[in-house]
């Protein structure tokens, strides 16, 4: 029996640092990169008034799938999300790439990234398919918590998720500001100007996105607040919001060139991020 395990969890590795893998995962994260470029793309449009789509995934959506040759695209897209959240399972399973990637906590946290990926993947292809996938970030945002609502607890349920979206906002400023993401490229790899060029990218996308993470908590927060769902705001609506503060339209920009450089900086990290986990250690 133990023979057969060992050999099992040996395929599996195998499978793990395999380049189709790698690849699917690659893709993952340029498909990632399209969505949020298109996202920010749409944000700056809200702010000049010059259109009427969502600023969210739905909106990009609907925003390739009107080009020609629209529908391939989303189908790419598709597949990317379904590669990263495949690649997040690997991770859970033996570990990320590093010395410290088997960490328990590491690995929790892949795994809660596999879900959040998969929920993408999976209402990606419900839009290509017209089987319910074109319902906007706020109704999403709004049915859930009215959902939540109508169950006892269900108040301080929202309100736990939304100081937990808060925190992991704030964290991911922190991170990005700290810019530990770059332990996760292989920087040896890289031009001085490109680690230069990356490095920024990274920076300010990642921070623009912990700016919208935690706001969307802190709407969450208002909701279970006031007792009220339909102060939950999705990620437009949470743009749309910020347009119309005393400061006008530039922190939208300003989140928009953000989440445009969040972008970027996936399509460099398909290029340059190690995927693989780290090679089992013989005993």
Known sequence: MSDAVGTVQAAGREAAASSWLGSLARL??????????????????????????????QGALHTVSGQPGGAVIVWAIAI????????????????????????????????ARAIVYGVVCGSIIAFVTGSG?????????????????GHAGGRWLVLAIGTGVVVGGVVMVVNALRRRFLRNLKLGKMSESSRV?????????RSARGVVVGALGVFLVAAAAAYDPRKAKGLDDT?????????????????????????????????????HPEPETPR
């Open 133 to 149: 996938g074109d319902r906007s970030s706020d109704e999403q945002s709004k049915d859930f918590t009215a959902r939540a609502m």
């Open 239 to 275: 743009l749309r919001e910020t347009a119309s503060g005393p400061l006008g339209p530039w922190p939208l920009y300003a989140i928009a060139l953000g989440l445009v450089a969040f972008g970027v900086f996936s399509v460099c990290e398909a290029r340059w991020r190690d995927v």
């Open 80 to 111: 990317g999300f379904a590669g990263l959240t495949l690649w997040r399972l690997v991770e859970v399973l033996y570990g990320r790439p590093g010395p410290d990637g088997g960490k328990a906590t590491k690995r929790l946290t892949s795994l």
């Open 197 to 205: 060029l990356v490095a920024a990218f990274g920076t300010v996308g």
């Open 28 to 57: 993952g994260l340029v498909a990632r990169g399209v969505n949020y470029v298109l996202v920010g793309v749409l944000a700056v449009q809200i702010g000049t008034d010059a259109s009427g789509k969502e600023a969210d995934r």
